[in-house]
């Protein structure tokens, strides 16, 4: 699972890095759960075991076990926009293909399977046990990035018109969304898709990865295409 | 005020009829109370007062006093895809800008001042008194809107592949969002602009549908502009 807090080895105080330890062992604990048993596989006995914890410490540290897992995908959430950078290449003609290319950039990485992919599948957990929060989760996700691609576009390209900037950065986040709801509604028909030319023997979780790579690239190519005028009329 | 429902001379029982009435006023009255108080204003008393009924009669016909709301915002919402008319000119080479056409005609047609201007200030009297049903509201909106683009769409164009409909579907419903959000957000200032072209005298209420229609005609615009490649690479 990746490191997504500090080290509590930072923290001298021995208490204060006690807390922290328990603190980090909660929130993987959960992702864990979840991963293997489900949003319904998420409460307060199973976490508290599963941690190595009290249920009075849970409960210390969070106003609820949702809370736990609110706090685990935001930590992913914020850490993709930490490894994200927004520099402005220059090798684009435009702030829409600028913008397209880093999407793309970020969806090649290792930022995908480090951060996005257990983001994605931890937020559609929630979809099989509670569409509602799943569907509340998601909006808020998805406003939280365009709000992101907004501020910093109007940043990069002071000069250009509000509406543009804007229109075009909903876009492009409704465009991710799209293609990582498509792989997540698909799943195991993208994943087979992907080992039938993928080596012998490549782990499941890689091919897992390697499908929603491709289906929010296709999305991101749609989108491409649509700037490269391939379907004016 | 738009006539949304069906006329009560339809309905033959003297009861049914007074029954439609009440129904017909009460939602009547809750747009009233709202565009003249906002969001704020709308409570049983004054409701009951405005509608000339009993407080017993409202809830007789409705769970609460946000449910008047959402059902008048419902009529509205409905009669807009009533009104809109998704049949493939042909006149188009590709999918978007066939449904980039559709979309301006309906900004440019009655339906404007008719369903989409009320209804956006309805709406917008949420985000005063309460910014989360207001989120809330409007992302159900998008929501059923990109649905129905999407659903039209891929009835229309069933060769297209199921990702490309998907994408721009839900990219011209955010795209008409932030032109009514653009809109709404800078009303006063709109409409200044609007009514230093438009000849003296002209009416307040048509001076705001027609900078709400300048906003959304913007953000189309835009949206036309990428298509016809404006920004490629």
Redesign the interface.
């Known amino acids: 699972m990746a490191n997504l807090v500090e080290s509590p080895a930072n923290i001298t105080d021995k208490r204060s890095a006690r807390k922290a330890e328990n603190r980090i062992a909660i929130v993987e604990a959960a992702e864990s759960l979840i991963l293997e048993g489900g949003y319904g596989a998420l409460n307060a006995e199973a976490l508290a075991e599963r941690a190595g914890v009290s249920r009075r410490t849970i409960f210390n540290h969070f106003a609820s076990v949702d809370d736990v897992l609110v706090t685990r995908m935001n930590q992913y959430f914020n850490r993709i926009f930490e490894e994200c950078d927004f520099t402005i290449s220059g090798e ?7 913008m397209l290319s880093i999407a793309r950039k970020v969806f090649m990485s290792n930022t995908l399977e480090e951060y996005i992919a257990p983001f994605a599948h931890l937020l559609y957990a929630l979809e099989m046990d509670s569409p509602a929060k799943f569907e509340e989760y998601s ?1 808020v996700i998805l406003e939280r990035t365009y709000d992101i691609f907004l501020e910093r576009y109007l940043a990069a390209y002071p000069d250009l ?4 900037v ?3 950065a ?2 492009l986040a ?2 991710i ?3 990582v709801y ?1 792989y997540l509604t698909r799943a195991e028909e993208m994943t087979v898709k992907v080992a039938a030319e993928a080596p012998e023997g490549t782990h499941p979780e890689a091919l897992a990865i390697e499908a929603m790579r491709q ?1 929010v690239l ?2 991101l190519d ?2 491409g295409r ?8």
Chains 1, 2 share one sequence.
């Open positions: 684009n003609a435009s702030m829409e293909a600028e909006h018109p509000y509406l543009r804007a229109v075009f909903s876009n409704e465009t969304g799209e293609g498509y289906c296709e999305a749609y989108l649509l700037v490269q005028g391939e379907f004016a009329s």
